[in-house]
């Protein structure tokens, strides 16, 4: 009898699972929100705002829209959700850009494709989170023209902002410092032909493996979780491993595996 409640104990517990889940993702859905306004002279003259507004990602990490309202709020432009854009601003008449980390990719305003002001769209003056949540839905996207970012706007916005989450990416390269630890410090294969040393060293490979494997999960969960670039955490990640393998080359022991045939008899 015991055994027979504890299963269906077991049973209603995995089926509460889904709900409590359901109830965590309500709780801590929220409504769009923007941020880094501009200023920004439009084509006619006026002055306008762009903007970056973020969706809600619910389970990960939210996802963000350029953009472009008239002098009056109204909006004008929108481009399509990217997981990353960084806004860049300047010149006189001052005029704005994003760049888009995930593809690499530049976001130019466009005005022959601008939506005028008395379209269905709500005014952004509208009170309230319709307006959030008009501009955020949907893929359709209008205002804006997208190309291909040359080298070197490639190098300054990544390293801009690399230099605008210095812990972040120091994070990134401490794991990528661990994962070269793991790879290429302390795994010669040793020279005793004794059993239970060549048990035990294979022992240490499996858990170096799996601890490397983790590392590399946790860098997965970070891309789901929190907005970042592709370009400047692999940087990060590799710088990691150079300074490793730097410090083993002029200090270190050579930690390459030995081949079972090169071992002396």
Sequence with gaps: MKAKHGLRFLILLLLSVPSLTAGNIVA????PYM?????????DGEQGEIRLLHGDGILFSDSVRLLVLDGRGRPLAR???????????????????????????VLTID?????????TLPSASVEGDDFMWSMESGNE?????????????????????????????????????????????????????????????????????MTAALVLYLIFALFVVIPLS???????????IAIVLG??????RSALIVPVSSVPP
């Design 230 to 240: 592709l370009v400047s955490t692999l940087l990060s990640f590799t710088v990691g």
């Design 79 to 105: 481009s399509g959700k990217y997981s990353l854009i960084s806004l860049i601003c300047d010149g006189t008449p001052r005029s704005c850009r994003g760049y888009v980390h995930d593809t690499a990719g």
């Design 35 to 43: 941020t880094q306004t501009e200023r920004l002279t439009l084509p």
């Design 141 to 209: 996207s209008w205002g804006f023209a997208a190309r291909m970012a040359s080298p070197s706007e490639i190098v300054f916005r990544e390293s801009a902002f690399i230099m605008e989450h210095p812990y972040l990416h120091g994070s990134v390269m401490g794991l990528g410092c661990l994962t070269a630890v793991l790879a290429f410090v302390g795994t010669w294969r040793p020279t005793h032909r004794s059993r239970w040393l060549h048990t035990l060293w294979a022992f240490s490979i499996l858990l170096r493996a």
């Design 247 to 252: 410090i083993r080359k002029h200090w270190g």
């Design 28 to 31: 801590v859905a929220h409504t």
């Design 111 to 119: 005005p022959s494709s601008f939506r005028s002001a008395d379209t």
